[in-house]
């Protein structure tokens, strides 16, 4: 079998690198891939109109707040054609701004926030934070209007001096509602408003702040990704769980799009929302928007009920979403025996109580996948003391029926602020999920 055309690891590190940059928040991730599928053409579609006039063959997608979905089909579908689905997320663990939320202590004017997801909360503190997110503003003739916003580097969460707690090494312990609350300015209280200082950042030009009628804002970690390490082959970033795996289907899919239109599957990019804090959204997997989709797809294409369920029964879905290298200070947390190392491939995860949603067939359609792309991927399970996460993976074969695999790159520090991986496994996800689509 002939190894397809590889990925560069430096170029696919770089490029998730600017990703991660414009995506500071789940809806800046959305809106920065329909930006990269507008460069590859594919049409935006809107949920609201028929799309049986607009047509779903060709290269399509379509938003709906923090999540996009986009396909690219056949020149010529078979009546029951199945789907390769390639699902990841749009969200990180971390910070979400609340009403109300400004506030001044001494001088200091604090945002403030509530927990999003399971951070690691001590990653967050002495760093410079963005704020980023939706904000919905009434417009001139009353009606909502959505714009995006992110600031530059604002905020900080501060630790406490050792000197004012000497046991601060022996066990940091840190309460949610106390001691994260960002710092992001000085002076009088009349003078502080976090809103305001979004208004100013939002997309297309500043807006009335008295105007905000509601918004979805999170805090971000501003340091750029970076290549580093010996030989260049680490690369730190925020976001790392799950923008990853958002890039490489999105990269995978502009990429391929050309041979997908030449082969028989349906290519399917589902970049849902709200993982991180359990996926019962109307933009995450636990909710309907795959589902939408799909059937909307099948009606665009003349199918039957009948048809669409053969079709279904035909799909796959990789489940793309990150996982747990060997961390060499905390070797007896892992499986003594299934043991992954950076730079020897993406995951393959394994979980008996079906966690991770991955059976012995979807194992060989994966390692296809990886043989026709020329990377090689390693199995992940864990130590039986330390439960395993959960994924999107077994949301999604619950709802359609369809067979998944849940695979992803491997991090240290995953849920930090800032994560790691090889820039090898970066590049080998995204040319695994290419081979994935046009098997």
């Known amino acids: 079998m002939e190894p397809r055309t590889a990925v560069d690891p430096p170029s696919a590190a770089e490029d998730l690198g600017r990703y991660v940059m414009e995506s500071p928040s789940s809806f800046h991730a959305a809106h920065a891939a329909a930006a990269r599928l507008d460069e590859a053409g594919f049409v935006r579609l809107d949920e609201t109109e028929d799309w049986t006039r607009s ?25 029951a054609a199945g789907f390769r689905i390639l699902g990841a997320h749009t969200d990180s663990p971390g910070f979400k701004l609340k009403p109300r939320p400004t506030s001044t202590a001494h001088t200091w004017h604090q945002a403030g926030v509530e927990t999003y997801g399971g951070a690691l909360l001590n990653s967050w503190l002495d760093r410079e934070l963005r704020l980023a997110g939706r904000l919905v503003v009434r417009g001139a003739d009353g009606a909502p209007v959505e714009h995006l916003s992110a600031t530059g580097p604002v905020a900080r969460i501060p630790q406490l001096a050792v000197h004012l707690d000497r046991d601060a090494n022996k066990g940091l312990q840190l309460d949610r509602q106390q001691h994260v609350q960002p710092i992001w300015g000085v002076g009088q209280p ?39 390490g010996h030989g260049g082959t680490l690369f730190a970033s925020g976001r ?11 990269s995978a899919l502009a990429r391929e799009a050309e041979a997908v239109e030449q082969g028989r599957h349906i290519a399917v990019l589902a970049a849902f929302d709200h993982e991180e804090i359990g996926s019962r959204t109307r933009s995450g997997a636990a909710g309907p928007f795959l589902e ?12 039957t009920a009948a048809e669409h369920r053969r079709s279904l029964a035909g799909s796959v879905c990789l489940s793309a ?23 020897a491939g993406p995951l393959l995860k394994i979980n008996a109580d079906q966690h991770y949603a991955t059976d012995a067939v979807g194992a060989g359609i994966w390692a296809e996948a990886c043989e026709r792309a020329g990377v090689g991927y390693q199995e992940f399970v864990s130590n039986n003391r330390v439960p395993c996460g959960s994924t999107i993976g077994p949301i ?9 695999i849940d695979v992803g790159i491997g991090l240290l520090s995953m849920h930090s602020a800032r994560e790691l991986c090889h820039v090898d496994d970066v590049a080998a996800l995204g040319a695994a999920a290419g081979a994935f689509f046009t098997a």
Do not use: K, M
């Not at 747990?324 to 499986?335: A, E, I, K, R, W």
């Open 292 to 303: 939408d989709v799909l059937v909307r797809i099948a009606e665009g294409l003349d199918r």
């Open 240 to 250: 790392l769980d799950n923008l990853s795996s958002v890039h490489a289907g999105l």
């Open 55 to 79: 047509g779903v063959r060709g290269r399509r997608y379509v938003l709906r707040d923090g999540a996009v979905i986009a396909w690219a089909t056949p020149a010529e579908v078979p009546p």
């Open 190 to 228: 009349e003078d502080a408003d976090v809103l305001a200082l979004l208004a100013e950042h939002a997309d297309g030009g500043p807006v009335d702040p008295a105007r905000i009628v509601g918004y979805d804002v999170v805090l971000a970690d501003s340091q750029p990704p970076a290549v580093f």
């Open 321 to 343: 979403d990150a996982g747990h290298l060997v961390h060499p200070n905390y070797q007896g947390h892992h499986d003594p025996v299934n043991r992954p190392v950076p730079g």
């Open 396 to 404: 999604t074969a619950a709802r359609l029926g369809v067979r998944t």
